[in-house]
C-alpha cells in the first residue's frame, strides 16, 4: 500500500422578495474546513475523518458541508488545532495528546500509560465527567473536543534488535507521543514525536532507532516492516486510544441546535466506527506482516512491563500534585473512574477471554 497513497447569500431587492429572501439566508448551506494530522486515505483514521466529514454532509442534507484537507494539504499536521484556533478551519481532526504542550491535562483525553481501555474510555468521558472537564481545557483555547474514533490497544512498536531488559532502552530513539513518551523517557530512551508520514524517512535515515503508530493496520501500509523487523505487542502506554473532532466552539454554538446535535452524534457514532475497523482489520493486516514480510512478533520482557508500570504511576503522581488545577482535577477524575471500571474490565471482560482461550476453539 503507498504510504503517500460558505455561508452563500442571496440579496434580492424589493419588499416581497425580502420576505423570502429571510428563510433562505436561515436556511442558508455552509462549508466547513476540516484539517486533520493524518495522510489522505489512511487506513482507519484518515478514512475515518473523512466518513466523519461525509457523514455529517449528508445527516445535514448538505447545510453544513465538511471538506477535509489531509495532513500537509492545508496546514502542516501537528498544525491542525492551531488552525482551529487561529480561524484557518473550523474543525481539526487528530489526537488530543498531540498538543500536550498546550496542556498537559489533554493527554487524558487520548491515551493513558497502563490506562483506560476504549470502553473505559467511553465511559469516563460520557457518563463520569469526563466531557466536562475536558471542555474546560479546551475553553481557554476557544474550542470544543468530542471523541471521533478509537484505535483500541496498540502495538507497542517496531525495533531493530530484540529487547532483552530495560538496559536495552537506555539512549534509544524511539517515536512516541504523549505521557507514554514520558515513560519511555523515565526507561532510558531518547523520546520524540513525529507526524505518521515522517516516520519512515526517519527510521530509513537512523534518525530513528525504533517508532511505534498504531498497530498492524496502519504500520503495514507505513512500511515499517521495511527497516525494522522486531514488532512488539501490545503496548503498555496506549491500551485504547481515542481520536478527537475539534470544532472552534462560537462558530459550533452559532450553529443550529439540529447541526450541533448532528456534529456530536454522528462523533460518538464514529468512535465505534473506527473501533470496529481496527478491529477487523488489524489481525488481518499482522497476518500479511508475518507471513509476506517476515515480522518478528514479540511482546515486551516482564522488566520493562514493570519498570513501565513503575514509570506510569510516577508520571500520573506527578500530574495528580500538578500546581495547576484543571491538570490536577482531571488527573484525580481520569484515576477514580479507572479504579471503578477496572473492576468489571479484570473481572468480567478479562475473566472471559482467559476462559475462551483456555477452553475454547472452533
Known sequence: MDRRSFIT?????????????????????????MVTTWPKNFPGLGVGAQRLADRITAASGGRLTVQVYAAGELV??????????????????????YWQNKSTALSFFTGVPYGMTSSELAGWIRHMGGQELWDEVYDQFGVQGFLSGNTGTQAGGWFRNELTGVADLQGLRFRTPGLGGRVWEQLGATVTNMAAGEIFQALQSGTLDAAEFVGPYNDLALGFYQVAKNYYFPSFVEPGLATELVVDKAK?????????????????????????????????ALQTLINEHDVNVLQFPDEILEAGAEASKAVITELRESDDDLTKRTAESFVEALNIMRVRTQSTDSAFIRAREQYFSI
Open 252 to 284: 459550533f454554538q452559532e450553529l443550529p441546535d439540529d447541526l450541533q446535535a448532528i456534529v456530536r452524534d454522528v462523533s460518538q457514532a464514529e468512535y465505534d466506527m473506527v473501533a470496529s475497523d481496527f478491529a477487523a482489520n488489524d489481525p488481518r
Open 9 to 33: 447569500r442571496s440579496v434580492i431587492a424589493g419588499t416581497g422578495a425580502a420576505a423570502l429572501a429571510a428563510p433562505a439566508i436561515a436556511q442558508g448551506n455552509m462549508t466547513w474546513r
Open 76 to 97: 502542516p499536521p501537528l498544525q491542525s488545532l492551531d488552525a482551529v484556533i487561529d480561524g484557518t478551519a473550523e474543525m481539526s481532526h487528530g489526537a488530543a495528546y
